[in-house]
């Protein structure tokens, strides 16, 4: 006796098709099996390994002597109901299905598809089962292309036991990118020379949200990650460091960005991203959590999320409710030509939201780079970039220090040396140190006095990030500020 079983599964990313021909003999004996055939697209498949194994532990009723089948066989009607894949166990039995050839499949059917089901709602980043999760996020392969632009994502909140829930509304909220940085363990060399690296939390607007939250501040982050194991750390990242998620999203087919950095001996911090694309370039307009914005004492963004859409309508989208709302708009270009198309791009990009900003924080490189490589150090160039509601403009120059410019004042403040392990995250932490200030009182843009204290306080937090490896881990918190504040010279 022949017998030849027939199982037929599709799903919206591919579809899957396991034939298996046996010959059957008096006592039910296998007298010469066959191996699973599988169609091409199955092994590209990312589950393509878990479809293997369970059909390999199928069971199947004996059947009378197979028809002759057509080239093509018909797939199996789709269920009455769709069930989420997380509300059983994956092993759990089934009813027989009947196929459309009249042969009967029963015991413990192959899992469903899981590429088109949203993922399980994960709040902070916890996680469910182990082996659920394993089964559902599969390590090791690429989705398949193209990846989707409108997903369904799910919300991540602060509350520490796990469930939904709203905080009391953050003072400083920062829109952009949250990603991981991988830092060598050595200086001085470059990314191919580099023999080992440091994964470090990153994302200059989460840098600050975070570098707020270590020095006593109130703050919240706007942004998507991706439903994998470094947006989960990054998620749990931010709880622990009291940052206000719930306007963090995971998409489920994009990836979290990754970002090599290291500094070189001639002291150019040298990059390279793997965002093409990521889970942050695809936040969408419909996805903003609104209210959270509007609540803001203060939006701070930058210029990544300006460069591919659909982030940058969301981007634009954010900070003009903001701006309608009387929220006080920072901003921070946060240079990264190799994100750009072109130099042209990245400075019409910059300088396209330049004038919705009321207090602006730039590098003397980003003032070269947006006047066309006139000198930094020249009040009359620095003057070019004040727009007429700007209230105060920052320029910040390392180890020195920094200037300030308002329509009333301008100076400097010098800066305090330190030994230099790691630059990055160094003026993330400067604004971090200014936003915490300004976000309990608004009054000092008005008194010079009181702005310089607060400039020599961001300046110190600046200096402290860059004596350990990493941005966020080397954050400071308001005591090590305080305890540096007697070494500055005003």
């Not at 989460?206 to 703050?219: D, E, K, P, T």
């Not at 990521?278 to 990544?304: N, Q, T, Y």
């Not at 709302?325 to 042209?344: F, H, K, M, Q, T």
Request: with cysteine.
């Amino acid at each position: 006796m022949r017998e030849v079983i027939i199982i037929h599964h599709e799903c919206e990313a591919s579809t899957v098709r396991f034939v298996c021909a046996r010959a059957i003999g008096r006592r039910g004996r296998a007298l010469c099996p066959r191996k699973i055939r599988h169609r091409p697209d199955l092994r590209s498949s990312p589950l393509s390994s878990s479809r293997r194994r369970h059909s390999r532990s199928l069971r199947f009723a004996p059947s009378p002597p197979p028809p002759v089948y057509p080239s093509s066989v018909p797939p199996l009607p789709p269920p009455a109901a769709a069930t989420s894949v997380y509300s059983a166990s994956p092993r759990a039995g089934r009813s027989p299905v009947p196929h459309p050839s009249g042969m009967a499949l029963r015991a413990a059917a192959a899992p469903p598809c899981r590429l088109p089901c949203s993922p399980p709602p994960r709040f902070g980043g916890s996680r469910f089962s182990p082996s659920l999760a394993a089964a559902a996020r599969p390590r090791n392969a690429a989705f398949p292309e193209p990846l989707r632009t409108s997903a369904v994502c799910t919300k991540a909140v602060i509350n520490s036991d796990g469930t939904p829930g709203t905080s009391n509304s953050p003072h400083v909220v920062c829109f952009g990118e949250l990603l991981i940085d991988f830092v060598p363990t050595v200086n001085g060399v470059s990314l191919a020379e580099a023999p080992a690296f440091k994964k470090a939390p990153g994302g200059a607007p989460a840098n600050v949200a975070v570098g707020i939250a270590r020095l006593g501040g109130s703050s919240a982050f706007i942004g998507k990650v991706g439903d994998d194991e470094f947006g989960y750390m990054l998620a749990d990242m931010l709880k622990e460091n009291n940052v206000n998620n719930q306007g963090l999203l995971f998409d489920p087919h994009a990836r979290t960005a990754l970002a090599f950095v290291t500094l070189r001996s001639d002291g150019e911090r040298e990059f390279m991203f793997y965002r093409n694309p990521s889970a942050d370039m695809l936040l969408e307009e419909k996805e903003l959590d609104l209210d959270l914005i509007k609540k803001a004492r203060i939006f701070h963004h930058g210029s990544i999320s300006l460069i591919t859409e659909p982030c940058k309508t969301a981007h634009i989208a954010a900070a003009k409710a903001a701006k309608d709302a009387g929220v006080l708009i920072s901003y921070d270009p946060n240079l990264r030509l190799p994100l750009w198309s072109s130099a042209e791009d990245a400075r019409d990009g910059i300088l396209s939201i330049w004038e919705t900003a009321d207090v602006i924080k730039i590098s003397e490189e980003e003032v070269s780079f947006l006047t066309n490589e006139e000198d930094p150090y020249d009040d009359s160039v620095i003057k070019k970039l004040i727009h007429p509601n700007l209230k105060l403009l920052l320029v910040t120059e390392g180890p020195e220090g920094c200037r300030y410019y308002s329509k009333e004042f301008s100076g400097r403040v010098r800066g305090v040396k330190v030994d230099a392990v790691d630059t990055t995250g160094a003026g993330d932490a400067f604004v971090a140190g200014m936003l915490s200030q300004l976000a309990v009182d608004f009054s000092l843009l008005q008194d010079e006095g009181r702005l310089r204290e607060a400039l020599k306080f961001a300046n110190v937090c600046g200096a402290l990030t860059v004596t350990e490896r990493g941005a966020i881990p080397a954050l400071p918190t308001r005591q090590q500020v305080v305890d540096t504040l007697p070494k500055v010279v005003a």
